[in-house]
Nanobody, 118 residues
Framework: QVQLVESGGGLVQPGGSLRLSCAAS????????MYWYRQPPGKERELVAR????????HYAGSVKGRFTISRDNAKNTVYLQMNSLKSEDTAVYYC???????????WGQGTQVIVSS
């Protein structure tokens, strides 16, 4: 059974940090590129960051570049999103996504809520 389980969300003050984790099971994690998306309240889902299968290539949305870092541990089947210098506009539900490039097959997690507020 395929599962992507996000954790690490919560309430944080502006300027603070959080680290999100996404634990994968039920598929060959190391063969999938991994993505973090977010959906702010009342808005559409947007791409935050992506990382290649081996972790050597990363890409970030302009709004988070320099503040967020995506990483992965293929031995632990886990992808991370380190979020620093958080702003109120980072408030959203954060989702991880796995994508197998050759077929377009992919999976989604259930999401974890991040609220940045004083």
């Amino acid at each position: 059974q395929v599962q992507l389980v996000e954790s690490g969300g919560g309430l944080v003050q502006p300027g603070g940090s959080l680290r999100l984790s996404c634990a994968a099971s039920g598929f060959t994690f190391s063969s999938y590129a991994m993505y973090w998306y977010r959906q702010p309240p009342g808005k559409e889902r947007e791409l935050v960051a992506r990382i290649s299968t081996a972790g050597g290539i990363t890409h970030y949305a302009g709004s988070v570049k320099g503040r967020f870092t995506i990483s992965r541990d293929n031995a632990k089947n886990t992808v991370y999103l380190q979020m620093n210098s958080l702003k109120s506009e980072d408030t959203a539900v954060y989702y991880c996504n796995a994508l197998y490039a050759l077929t377009g097959n992919g999976y989604w997690g259930q999401g974890t809520q991040v609220i940045v507020s004083s």
